[in-house]
């Protein structure tokens, strides 16, 4: 089993900055890819910004020189660095991971209970 732990969210003004972060723990797994999405009342979630499979990373248009994502391997931590922050990135933030069971090889999906960020203006 693993588990996918959001953290660092909260409210804050325009312009301002925030810097989520994601932790993936449990036994025997590696982590094939990872990422932010969000999820704003009354609309579909969507990515902001991921690792690919490649290590690529991907982002939102709307995010694109606003949001860094970045990532710590050694502690499977994942992180998204919110800079510029505007009212129309109030949302629900949520980590998503792919993994690969290392026992029985299988790929598995999970997500973060979400964590939320409030942009006043």
């Known amino acids: 089993q693993v588990q996918v732990v959001e953290s660092g969210g909260g409210l804050v003004q325009a312009g301002g900055s925030l810097r989520l972060s994601c932790v993936v723990s449990g036994r025997l797994f590696s982590i094939n890819t990872i990422g932010w999405y969000r999820q704003a009342p009354g609309k579909q979630r969507e990515l902001v910004a991921d690792?690919?499979?490649?290590?690529?990373?991907n982002y939102a248009d709307s995010v694109k020189g606003r949001f860094t994502i970045s990532r710590d391997n050694a502690k499977n931590t994942v992180y998204l660095q919110m800079n510029s922050l505007k009212p129309e990135d109030t949302a629900v933030y949520y980590c998503?991971?792919?993994?690969?069971?290392?026992?029985?090889?299988?790929?598995?999906?999970?997500w973060g209970q979400g964590t939320q960020v409030t942009v006043s203006s």
């Open positions: 690792f690919g499979r490649a290590g690529d990373t």
């Open positions: 998503k991971v792919e993994v690969t069971d290392l026992v029985v090889r299988g790929r598995y999906e999970y």
